[in-house]
């Protein structure tokens, strides 16, 4: 079985420069402007970290004031805080975990308004558009800043822009649930970025198709799948081939991916069904598959190496994420009332202590065979923590942390 992709060629644009509007209320140990520049870098890796801060003794779990109160958001590198912006309205900066990241050092923003989104940088607006969209892949390229947006007022309709000019759109696409893979669902490979969608038609008899399509640098292909597919699960791209995770009707609803002209079958059992498929490349051409399996009333948490042997947890435990990178993997997972208790990373396990909160997959980041974790407390007056090979460092930080990344 194979696949068919026809692939026009990619061409790269142009570079713009990107050019910011200074924040006089943003606080920054670099002075004004909220610059981040590493001239003291120091040896081995950086971890940065952010974080939503709030006055002290506000219930910020609770957040009855949520879009009123003096909230911040922080960022820190190696537990130090570098920088600190206001967040509201009058700011145009969202203390919500999916508006803002941390791309090499520097503390991006987006926020929507009634009719605009606004793209910002450590505390500076770059450039607004026409349109609330919401951010599902973020990709800083030298001078371009790359965005997939959703509308956010419908869940479809999808703009690829480059510093804020569309590039490519579908009013009618939509886009597979994001993971918090650094770019999110935009992803670069050979040069190219590439990112996957697809649209939804009604059949007359009440049935919903799915036509989905791969958009490299702006330019869109349809899937053509091969007989017996019946549903793309996931996509992605990585090692210069498109990999599908898809449903075949091979005396059942059988779990089978395809990279490149390859397919692979993945054992479920017979009768069995999945759901939350993802797919997770490991670099080398590699890659991983979560998910779950169910049979009759009984959900397994799933996972299949790159050898497609799977690993079965528990009935009653979710896997909370999993993370692959340049040869390593990692996975959380968590008990039913919904704490994560225990990470694996390359096999070795720990427990984690007490009961904590995980705000989204960008509180956690495999770097080096390290995972690097950041979690609140359920205990709002203890401090936030990252938790890196067994050891814990707190974060001095009234609030939650909402992302980890890694610069070497």
Same mark, same amino acid.
């Given at each position: ?10 061409? @790269? ?13 943003? $606080? ?18 950086? /971890? ?20 009123? /109160? ?32 941390? %791309? ?17 940088? =450590?505390? @500076? $607006? ?10 599902? *892949? ?18 479809? *309709?999808?703009?690829?822009? @480059? ?14 649930? &994001? ?52 549903? !793309? ?39 069995? +069904?999945?759901?939350? !498929?993802?797919?997770?490349?490991? &670099?080398?051409?590699?890659?991983? !598959? @979560? ?10 948490? %799933? ?41 694996? /990373? =390359?096999?070795?396990?720990? +427990? ?6 995980? !705000? ?30 067994? %050891? ?17």
């Amino acid at each position: 079985m194979g696949l068919a992709l026809a692939l026009a060629g990619c061409d @790269k644009g142009d570079g713009l420069g990107l050019l910011g509007r200074s924040r006089a209320s943003t $606080e920054s140990r670099r002075g004004s402007g909220g610059r981040n520049e590493e001239d003291d870098h120091p040896e081995g890796p950086c /971890v940065w970290l952010s974080g939503v801060e709030f006055p002290a003794a506000y219930d910020w779990q609770r957040d009855t004031a949520y879009g009123s /109160v003096d909230a911040r958001l922080v960022l820190f590198r190696d537990g130090e805080r570098r920088l600190a912006i206001p967040a509201g309205e009058n700011h145009h900066v969202s203390t919500d975990p999916d508006m803002h990241r941390i %791309v090499g050092g520097h503390l991006y923003t987006d926020y929507s308004s009634g009719e605009a989104t606004y793209i910002g940088r =450590d505390g @500076k $607006e770059l450039f607004r558009f026409d349109g609330r969209e919401m951010m599902a *892949g973020f990709l800083v390229r030298e001078t371009e800043i790359w965005t997939l947006g959703l509308d956010r007022d419908t869940g479809r *309709g999808i703009t690829l822009r @480059k510093n804020g000019e569309p590039v490519f759109t579908d009013p009618q696409g939509r886009l597979q649930a &994001g993971d918090g893979r650094e770019g999110g669902l935009l992803q670069e490979d050979d040069g190219h970025l590439y990112f996957y969608y697809y649209q939804e038609t009604r059949k007359n008899g009440g049935s919903v198709v799915r036509n989905w399509y791969q958009v490299c640098d702006g330019r869109a292909e349809n899937l053509l799948l091969p007989q017996g597919v019946s549903t !793309i699960l996931d996509a992605c791209r990585t090692g210069g081939k498109t990999i599908l995770a898809t449903l075949t009707l091979n005396g059942g609803r059988n779990l089978t991916v395809l990279h490149g002209n390859e397919s692979l079958a993945y054992s479920t059992g017979v009768g069995d +069904s999945v759901r939350g !498929i993802r797919i997770l490349p490991a &670099g080398g051409g590699k890659f991983y !598959i @979560k998910g779950e399996i169910l049979s009759g009333t009984q959900v397994r948490p %799933v996972l299949w190496d790159p050898e497609g042997v799977p690993t079965f947890l528990q009935t009653g435990t979710t896997i909370l994420d999993a993370f692959a990178e340049s040869g390593h993997f990692a996975y959380l997972w968590t008990n039913p009332q919904g704490s994560p208790v225990h990470c694996v /990373v =390359d096999g070795f396990g720990q +427990s984690l202590e007490g009961r904590n909160h995980y !705000i989204s997959s960008h509180c956690a980041r495999l770097s080096g065979g390290s995972l690097y974790l950041a979690l609140p407390p359920f205990d709002q007056n203890a401090k936030p923590f990252l938790l890196k090979d067994g %050891v814990r460092q707190e974060i001095p930080l009234y609030g939650y942390l909402t992302y980890v990344s890694i610069t070497r």
